[in-house]
Each structure stands twice: as structure tokens, then as C-alpha cells.
Nanobody
Framework: QVQLVESGGGLVQPGGSLRLSCAASGSFFYLNTMGWFRQAPGKERELVATMTSRATTTYADSVKGRFTISRDNAQNTVYLQMNNLKPEDTAVYYC??????????WGQGTQVTVSS
């Protein structure tokens, strides 16, 4: 099964930026839909952004215009560029991959904290 390894989380001040990375193992990354989800304390996990193998993207309304998802198939990596971060963006961010079959795999999560 594919393994997802995330990096780039941390502590940032409001208005700052972070870039999350998710590196995937396996030879079929280019076929998969990739996504970022987040879960804040006491809240349900929510979709942040997705990108299909054909580069179709979706974003949560709360992050449109601030976050950008991208992928580098040659490096088996998906990114989430987060700009103009707000305290309400504080959450554990999870990388997800979805195979054409519908099977899913998740990363371990990385903490993003937006605070002054």
C-alpha cells in the first residue's frame, strides 16, 4: 500500500505562509486523486483541497484565494501552499490519496498552528 509522508507544518503568525508537502511511495501516484484535509480540536475532519490526476481542483470556500494545491508527478509529491493564514486555519492537516478503484490511504497528519 502507498505510504504518505508529510512535512512543512509548524507555528506561524496570522498573515503568514506555510507550504505543506506530501511525498507518496509507489509507482501509480500519477493516477490518483490527491487531497488535503484538516481537523481542528473538537471539530470534524473537513476537506481543504483536492486535485485529480487530470489537475482538476476543488477548494473549501474558507480557503479559496488563499490556499493552492499542486502536484509534481515526477517526484510523487503533492503540495499545499497556504497564504494569509488565519487563526481558524489551526488544525492537523492530513494528506490523502485515492486510487482509481476508490481505495484510500492517509498520511499521519501534520500540525499547523496560526497564532500570534
Amino acid at each position: 500500500q502507498v505510504q504518505l509522508v508529510e512535512s512543512g507544518g509548524g507555528l506561524v503568525q496570522p498573515g503568514g505562509s506555510l507550504r505543506l508537502s506530501c511525498a507518496a511511495s509507489g509507482s501509480f501516484f500519477y493516477l490518483n486523486t490527491m487531497g488535503w484535509f484538516r481537523q481542528a480540536p473538537g471539530k470534524e475532519r473537513e476537506l481543504v483541497a483536492t486535485m485529480t490526476s487530470r489537475a482538476t481542483t476543488t477548494y473549501a470556500d474558507s480557503v479559496k484565494g488563499r490556499f493552492t494545491i499542486s502536484r509534481d508527478n515526477a517526484q510523487n509529491t503533492v503540495y499545499l501552499q497556504m497564504n494569509n493564514l488565519k487563526p481558524e486555519d489551526t488544525a492537523v492537516y492530513y494528506c490523502r490519496t485515492v486510487f482509481p478503484s476508490g481505495a484510500q490511504a492517509w498520511g499521519q497528519g501534520t500540525q499547523v498552528t496560526v497564532s500570534s
